[in-house]
T-cell receptor, first 116, second 114 residues
Framework: GNSVTQMEGPVTLSEEAFLTINCTYT??????LFWYVQYPGEGLQLLLK?????DKGSNKGFEATYRKETTSFHLEKGSVQVSDSAVYFC???????????????FGQGTILTVHP | KAGVTQTPRYLIKTRGQQVTLSCSPI?????VSWYQQTPGQGLQFLFE???????NKGNFPGRFSGRQFSNSRSEMNVSTLELGDSALYLC?????????????FGPGTRLTVT
């Protein structure tokens, strides 16, 4: 079946530091990949997406590149801010194997804390 | 456009009772998916509805059920509540077009079972 593995957390950084959150996946087909962010007390917000190999998703200074050869979709940001403190989830949707795009498989989430 | 709305936002129920949660998708979105979020299990897929039909179902017992109405609004029901059902229940909607199939989430319903 499909699965998503995120780096162990939590991650604590100082403002303006470089951020990397690793994400690798296993899928039976050719999935679409997503990063979602969850702020305290809220639902999930779509941060960025990529639908095919070598696609780069980007939004609000965050980037992630779909690497089929390494089955990875690592999230990066060059300079984090205190307001980036949240939980980040890597996810995939895959139509192969009888599942539909309507099912997202999530990683366990990575808690990011940014200090001033 | 208004986002995905979920009602109620908070619920406290007693073990053995049943509960119904409601989700209104973004206007024009035809697919609604439900997820359960707990500290121990993370985010788990419950089911997806499209055009009033359940298209996909996760690995949850039959106590968890749902439906979708002709206006795409969806409800999920949990019968015979157990303590372990305490969770944040998230609803997500999608246009269900093309390959990208982006899902947009509501704020969730926090269910506490005592």
């Amino acid at each position: 079946g499909n699965s998503v593995t995120q780096m162990e957390g939590p991650v604590t950084l100082s403002e303006e530091a470089f951020l990397t959150i690793n994400c690798t996946y296993t899928a039976t087909g050719y999935p679409s990949l997503f990063w979602y962010v969850q702020y305290p007390g809220e639902g999930l917000q779509l941060l960025l997406k990529a639908t095919k190999a070598d696609d780069k998703g980007s939004n609000k200074g965050f980037e992630a590149t779909y690497r089929k050869e390494t089955t990875s979709f690592h999230l990066e940001k060059g300079s984090v801010q205190v307001s980036d403190s949240a939980v980040y989830f890597c996810a995939l949707s895959d139509r192969a194997g009888g599942t539909s795009y309507g099912k997202l498989t999530f990683g366990q989430g990575t808690i990011l804390t940014v200090h001033p | 456009k208004a986002g995905v709305t979920q009602t109620p936002r908070y619920l406290i129920k007693t073990r053995g009772q049943q509960v119904t949660l409601s989700c209104s998708p973004i206007s024009g979105h035809r697919s609604v998916s439900w997820y359960q979020q707990t500290p121990g299990q993370g985010l788990q897929f419950l089911f997806e509805y499209f055009s009033e039909t359940q298209r996909n179902k996760g690995n949850f017992p039959g106590r968890f059920s749902g439906r979708q109405f002709s206006n795409s609004r969806s409800e999920m029901n949990v019968s015979t509540l157990e303590l372990g059902d305490s969770a944040l229940y998230l609803c997500a909607s999608s246009l269900a077009e093309g390959k990208t199939y982006e899902q947009y989430f509501g704020p969730g319903t926090r269910l506490t079972v005592t």
